[in-house]
């Protein structure tokens, strides 16, 4: 479907009226666009078209806002698998909300859309600065998640019943279609409670956000689990390290990791299909020149080698057999066969990954995505998700963001490195 630049609008609640208490920052005008194409050529025949660009509009302070600081109540929750920097977002949208605009009542929602219902029984938590003070120091989220979609009436019941104003929906695809759902039925009743979405996805697969939060982090951990693997492989004749990254639609932590190490040798990722044959092939060949090898496999790669499990988690996603262990009982059971004496040693740190602090740079990345995300907030967005585009913080519409999941493009410069730096061939099919 081609993309037309009303799909970019982003709803409001209403005119903003207020005079914004921050004081000495430098305000966005609400005309202020970031445009999606950087290729001159691009732009040109855009405006040849119909005049428009496309272009999304710009985050940031607002000089008037929409909501009476002093009268509104806002709720945090945090859904899906735990990432770094979770409890870094908590705390950048609690003290945006107390000190850039005196917003003194925030609650934080415990597991997730869990903490919106009744029929679970969580009590929420309020938040201050004391009690953030410190869990940037910590991996995971101080508010717990969880996974599952929860019934949109009864949320939206418990916000109008708490007269909530804000709410900040922190997490990845799924939960982002939570949030619009939520919009939508608050659109319906007529309330006026702005909705933000926060993009949490380890992965980076969130469409029209060039990189969210942990994924760095997530990158400079795998590249330790690659360091080992290398280790590993040259430590024995015919040494093979094998590790499995996380990755289920989209190989972002697979391709830049092998990036940063030139020691991978063959590097699967989900966009890319490959077969047994033509991995093996190379593996040996790998062997026979240079006596070790180093293959990184994103979690999502090869499934059609494996078959459907017709299994579903709580979200709805679909399980995934283990590619991991899937590729280290056919390597070995290969040179087994082949009469080649090989090691394989196996590595899988997805869990130790995701259950990280966030590094310095994501920390910093954390905050700035936070206070955006409070100042649509203020301003009245809603049914957004903050993203970042051309190194500048945006506002996307959260239907355009879940509209489809961002991948590797097996055509575009990134992967074309990879194959560089490996050296495997383009086409392992």
Known sequence: MELRPEDLDVQRLGACRIQSPISGAHFVADGDRVVLHSNPAKLQSMLEKDGKLLALEKAGPREKIYFDPSKLKCGIVTCGGICPGLNDVIRAVVLSLYHNYRVKTVFGFPYGYEGLTYRFGHTPVELNPAAVSRI????????????????????????????LGLLFAVGGDGTLRGAQAIAEEIQRRGLKISVIGIPKTIDNDISYVERSFGFETAVSEAVESIDAAHTEAKGARNGIGLVKLMGRESGFIAVFASLARSDVNICLIPEVPFSMEKLLENVRARLQSRGHAVIVVAEGAGQDLLGDTHERDASGNVKFKDIGLF????????????GVDATLKYIDPSYTIRS????????????????????????GRTNLVVGYWMNTFTHVPIPLAVSARKKVDPDGWVWSSVLTSTGQPRDMR
Do not use: W
């Not at 009982?329 to 066969?337: P, S, V, W």
């Not at 990280?356 to 301003?379: I, K, T």
């Open 136 to 163: 940037h120091e910590y991996g995971g989220t101080i508010l717990g998640s969880s996974r599952g979609n929860q019934d949109i009436s009864e949320m939206v019941d418990t916000m109008d019943r708490m007269n």
């Open 327 to 338: 590729l280290k009982d056919r390597i070995n059971a290969y040179f087994k066969g082949a």
């Open 356 to 379: 990280v602090p966030a590094n310095a740079y994501d920390s910093a990345f954390c905050l700035l995505l936070g206070q955006s995300a409070v100042h649509a907030g203020m301003a």
